[in-house]
């Protein structure tokens, strides 16, 4: 299934852009993305990645994610996380029915179990990861760091299919 291939070379390139900054600008504030980081960025994006291949019981919860500073904080954590965000996505072989639990109401008091599949959720994965990597596009342009960007980095692939036609 080619939904492996498309996750593991989209966190290649986000691997390969943190390496291209330095600690610095991996953790200042940028005023344009409301004062959050690149980093901050990457670890919403790896902390999806991370709950759904460590769901227990075939549940999965992105509201109850852990938040770990580090993966925002330091680059060499964050190199550490995405190999091993690889190295469990090549361990997976087939698809599975998984429940995804979501609450969407702003007191946190009516949770909703869906019935989904691992290889739906990657695909959310990926376009969870693409939508963050736009916002983080728009950070590095505004520390004039543009030219650490592979091209159509942060675009969907449906829009780089449309653009060429």
């Known amino acids: 299934m080619n939904i492996l291939k498309y996750n593991r070379d989209n966190l290649l390139i986000i ?88 609450d969407f109401s702003s007191d946190g008091t009516d949770p909703s179990f869906f019935i989904t599949s691992l290889f739906r959720e990657l695909g959310y994965c990926l376009e969870h990861s693409i939508h963050h990597e736009a916002l983080i596009k728009v950070g590095i342009k505004s520390i004039n760091s543009e030219g650490i960007l592979v091209n159509n980095f942060g675009v969907a692939p449906s829009t780089v299919r449309y653009q060429i036609k």
Not at 25 to 45: C, D, M
Not at 57 to 63: A, F, G, P, W
């Open 15 to 102: 691997r390969s852009l943190i390496q291209s900054l330095s600690e610095y600008q991996y953790n200042e504030p940028i005023e344009i993305l409301s004062g959050s980081s690149i980093g901050a960025h990457v670890r919403h994006i790896l902390e999806f990645y991370i709950c759904l291949i460590r769901n227990s019981n075939n549940v999965i919860s992105y509201d109850e994610r852990e938040r770990n500073q580090r993966i925002e904080t330091e680059r060499a954590f964050a190199l550490t996380a995405i190999d091993t965000i690889i190295l469990k996505l090549d361990e997976l072989k087939e698809d599975r029915a998984i429940s995804l639990k979501s």
